[in-house]
């Protein structure tokens, strides 16, 4: 049996060789559908990963107060479509903010950024003028997830006592400090010196925003530096349990509307997010991107599969006096059936090959290029596999039964 099995692979290998352009030409066929299925997956998957790793960092029991809500910047007026404009957050919401709100067991965080495009000195040394430098209070790390990989963290008496102190991103070290040790040095940053105190943890890039290269000071000395117009703050809330996110959300938009000062008819002219709130609306955007991906590679292999029937029914039409010579030599019509259905099946899997290495090598540079966390897209790769395997059962199914149909004596006298 198993011999029989062996002789109708070499058999079909034979024949694909014997047809070589045509194969080709239908491997790669095979082989752009499960390159568009497999690649676009990866891609996917790599944003999803990089993303939802960044707002779970934040952790299930935080929220935000900010500006807007998560994607929403436009309401729709009387005459279309008109810019929704909410106020900033300002430093006295924040302050009040956090003298009203008492909700049991929760911290607050405030933050804001005070430029992007920050120049930091070390004694004859400076970076290039692209530094974030972050104006926090002492929770900021803790609210965000953010770790101190050596020194320490800020205390509320650095924050209270305006100490010039500084955490600094992990690529400083390489970058700035050369060979020296960054803990107790001092840095300049628009003329005030700071006492490195800390060095993050590394948390690479998003989108080409590098996490590594930033710089916090404390929230009191951030606002006597920069002190340009209309800064906007992030109110951060943590609470110890997660059962009582809630109740501590609930209260926490009620003590801002207070400090809007708005009646309970009007909207909140602010936003409120919970990171596993956007974790969830990434989830369904990601997995809009996945069905297209699927229905695109569908369409493909579809347009594959035909191919690779009408290629196996030439086949059949060109061997048919071959056909007639195995069948007069005794061989069943299982037998030239299964010969057939060999050859599709190694087209097939030939094709999901070349389709897989294409659609990784795809999503390995699109992760390369901007810096995504890259993982492998197992279910699109298995579900390549069982389609393409499945494309050739369907494609091979005509061909095998009309070979195996044909008369042996008409087959033998055919040219």
């Given amino acids: 049996m198993f011999s029989l099995f062996r002789e109708n692979?070499?058999?079909?290998?034979?024949?694909?060789?014997?047809?070589?352009?045509?194969?080709?030409?239908?491997?790669?066929?095979?082989?752009?559908?499960?390159?568009?299925?497999?690649?676009?997956?990866?891609?996917?998957?790599?944003?999803?990963?990089?993303?939802?790793?960044?707002?779970?960092?934040?952790g299930a029991n935080t929220f935000n107060i900010q500006r807007y809500e998560f994607g929403v910047t436009v309401q729709r007026g009387n005459q279309g479509e008109t810019q929704k404009i909410n106020p900033i957050i300002s430093y006295n919401d924040t302050k009040e903010f956090v003298d009203r709100y008492s909700f049991p067991y929760a911290q607050t965080s405030i933050s804001f950024?005070?430029?992007?495009?920050?120049?930091?000195k070390y004694g004859n040394e400076k970076t290039d003028p692209d530094i974030q430098v972050y104006g926090v209070n002492e929770h900021y790390l803790e609210n965000t997830g953010t770790e101190v990989a050596r020194g320490r963290a800020f205390t509320f008496f650095d924050i209270e006592n305006n100490n010039k102190v500084c955490l600094i991103g992990s690529d400083f070290e390489k970058g700035l400090f050369k060979n020296d040790d960054p803990i107790n040095k001092t840095v300049s940053i628009r003329?005030?010196?700071?006492?490195?105190?800390?060095?993050?943890?590394?948390?690479?890039?998003?989108?080409?925003?590098?996490?590594?290269?930033?710089?916090?000071?404390?929230?009191?000395?951030?606002?006597?530096?920069?002190?340009?117009?209309?800064?906007?703050?992030?109110?951060?809330?943590?609470?110890?349990?997660?059962?009582?996110?809630?109740?501590?959300?609930?209260?926490?938009?009620?003590?801002?509307?207070?400090?809007?000062?708005?009646?309970?008819i009007e909207e909140n002219n602010f936003g409120i997010e919970r990171s596993d709130?956007?974790?969830?609306?990434?989830?369904?955007?990601?997995?809009?991107?996945?069905?297209?991906?699927?229905?695109?590679?569908?369409?493909?292999?579809?347009?594959?599969?035909?191919?690779?029937?009408?290629?196996?029914?030439?086949?059949?039409?060109?061997?048919t006096r071959e056909i007639g010579v195995r069948k007069a030599m005794g061989a069943k019509r299982g037998t030239i059936a299964t010969q057939f259905f060999m050859e599709t099946i190694v087209i097939g899997q030939l094709g999901s090959i070349l389709g897989i290495i294409l659609g990784l090598g795809t999503g390995l540079a699109f992760a390369a290029i901007f810096d995504f966390k890259f993982s492998p897209p197992w279910m699109a790769m298995i579900g390549a596999t069982i389609i393409s395997f499945g494309t050739a059962l369907l494609a091979g199914l005509y061909p095998a039964t009309k070979a195996a149909r044909l008369d042996p004596i008409e087959s033998l006298r055919y040219e």
């Fill in 191 to 264: 003329g005030v010196k700071f006492k490195v105190i800390g060095i993050l943890e590394s948390k690479g890039s998003t989108f080409g925003n590098n996490q590594d290269l930033k710089v916090l000071i404390p929230i009191k000395i951030a606002r006597s530096i920069f002190t340009q117009p209309n800064i906007n703050y992030t109110i951060s809330v943590k609470v110890d349990d997660k059962a009582m996110m809630a109740g501590a959300q609930d209260d926490a938009i009620v003590t801002f509307r207070n400090i809007r000062g708005l009646n309970p």
């Fill in 277 to 319: 709130d956007l974790i969830n609306r990434i989830t369904q955007i990601t997995g809009v991107l996945s069905l297209a991906a699927w229905i695109i590679s569908f369409i493909t292999i579809l347009g594959s599969s035909i191919a690779l029937m009408n290629i196996m029914l030439v086949s059949v039409t060109e061997r």
């Fill in 9 to 58: 692979v070499r058999i079909a290998l034979d024949s694909i060789k014997s047809q070589l352009l045509r194969t080709i030409l239908t491997i790669i066929i095979i082989g752009i559908g499960i390159w568009a299925l497999v690649g676009i997956l990866s891609a996917v998957k790599a944003l999803e990963n990089t993303i939802s790793s960044d707002f779970a960092s934040m």
């Fill in 113 to 120: 950024r005070g430029t992007g495009s920050a120049e930091i």
